[in-house]
């Protein structure tokens, strides 16, 4: 029997399969590559220790599938407040007492089974949690998005690299600088897509006015130009937030960027090479990307702009899930998955364009937008406000598009992320706008 020829509740439970295989397969990866002491050790007060990570995707899965789903009582219940990302700040983890490596990982090891065996049992219908496999997806992206964090504490640990990848294939496009997106309504959001999160909920319509966008992330090469031309001691260029956060953080340059005489250096996992100038910047915070368009000329764009580029499709006035359609990610669309261990090439994914001919909108780099983190018209919190709405306000920035180190299910047109303002550990870049003068 073919997958197409498969009832829909057994391939719905064969993708869930997959996706948590491929979530704990990737887990492994990023914690099996380094010594027990590496796990237990905090390499940045902005992040958790990688053992802390590990016995909370575990945890995470217990509590969401075996004991709301499936009915269970706690396995451990006394370790329950140890994994609450809400009890315990980043800078505190390490003085709590942890499962140490082997137990988090028996622990882990121990929920998937059993979350395995209740998967095969489950209708996938019923309630909301069930429907669609909802939770099950939930816990999918809970672990890849865990699997993403961790890969930002691997890049800030020091030591020798633990973690290899192919670096992505060169691209030699020559390309518009910039494209117009027509002006008018489209579709923001979503009432579809079975595994959205509830701020990417519900669809409403947009009227975004005409305004051009970078047909590609702003690279390296272009930021080195901001930076040789004083952009970072000129305050003209900095919103008075961004330049006193400049100022007191003493901002010079991206994070993990250094100079060596005339040539620009990073530090990328473990290993200190040259800049790569074809590349998107990466690792700047939105302070630092709204300076760049302000000295450029340009803005940031709207997070309702980056998703009209990103998702419409003029010729039939719908919204698709992807740049390129509806298609899950392929390797021809996007630099997505971990598979490689820094950006593409700017220009690079020519399959995964936009109807607007906008390129790497998904993948590569996370992309800062103009938008505080808001609650769409009609936003209902579900299925806890934890998730989404306890972070809705002007102290959060929305970034969108997803990175290298962000699994395709996790990834999609709709997806939003954010942060503070300030944030620079982060896979983040951007790409700017500008609007379009009307006569």
């Known amino acids: 029997m073919t997958h197409t020829e498969l009832p829909s509740a057994e391939a719905l439970r064969e993708r869930i399969a997959t996706e948590l295989l491929t979530a704990r397969d990737r887990t492994a990866g990023l914690t ?3 010594a027990d002491h590496e796990l237990t050790a905090q390499h940045s007060p902005l992040m958790s220790p990688l053992v802390w990570d590990l016995a909370h995707i575990g ?48 622990y882990a090891y121990e929920v998937r089974g059993r979350v395995l065996d209740l998967l095969a049992a489950s209708p996938l219908e019923g309630t909301p949690l069930l429907r669609d496999g909802f939770a099950f997806g939930l816990i999918a992206q809970h672990e890849q998005q865990h699997d993403e964090t961790m890969l ?114 990073r530090r990328r996992f473990g290993t200190v090479e040259p800049v790569p100038g074809e590349e998107p910047v990466l690792h700047v915070s939105w302070y630092e990307a709204d300076a760049y368009a302000r000295w450029a000329g340009r803005r ?18 719908r919204s698709r899930r992807y740049p390129w359609g509806d298609a899950e990610p392929g390797p021809e669309h996007a630099n997505l998955g971990q598979r490689h261990l820094q950006p593409a090439p700017v220009g690079s994914y020519p399959a995964g364009g936009s109807p607007y001919g906008v ?52 990834c999609r047109g709709t997806f939003r992320n954010w942060d ?3 944030r620079r550990q982060i896979f983040a870049g951007f790409r700017t706008a500008r609007t379009v003068d009307v006569d």
């Open 152 to 265: 930002i504490t691997h890049q800030l640990r020091r030591g020798a690299a633990a973690l290899v990848a192919p670096a992505p294939d060169p691209c030699t496009a020559e390309l518009p600088a910039e494209v117009l997106i027509p002006g008018g309504p489209f579709t923001m959001g979503t009432d579809t897509e079975p595994w959205a999160l509830d701020n990417e909920r519900p669809a409403h319509q947009v009227d975004v006015p005409a305004f051009r966008l970078d047909t590609t992330p702003v690279s390296n090469a272009a930021y080195q130009r901001f930076i040789a031309d004083g952009g970072y001691q000129d305050s003209r260029w900095w919103t008075p937030e961004g330049w006193e956060h400049r100022c007191r953080a003493e901002l010079t340059a991206p994070l993990f960027w250094s100079r060596d005489g005339g040539q620009w250096l």
């Open 359 to 410: 390129r790497q909108l998904m993948g590569d780099v996370w992309e800062w937008t103009a938008s505080d983190f808001r609650p769409y018209p009609g936003f209902r919190a579900w299925p806890y406000r934890e998730y989404s709405e306890v972070f809705f306000g002007p102290e959060y920035k929305v970034l969108r598009g997803g990175c290298f180190a962000v699994a395709p299910v996790a």
């Open 59 to 106: 945890n995470q899965e217990e509590l969401w599938l075996l004991r709301n789903v499936g009915g269970r009582d706690p396995m451990h219940p006394e370790i329950d407040p140890l994994y609450d990302a809400f009890e315990h700040p980043r800078s505190e983890r390490p003085s709590l007492p942890l499962l140490p490596p082997d137990q988090a990982r028996a």
């Open 32 to 34: 099996d590559c380094v």
């Open 420 to 422: 503070y303002p300030i």
């Open 300 to 317: 940031l764009p709207t997070e309702a702009e980056w998703e009209k580029a990103a998702r419409h499709d003029p010729a039939t006035g």
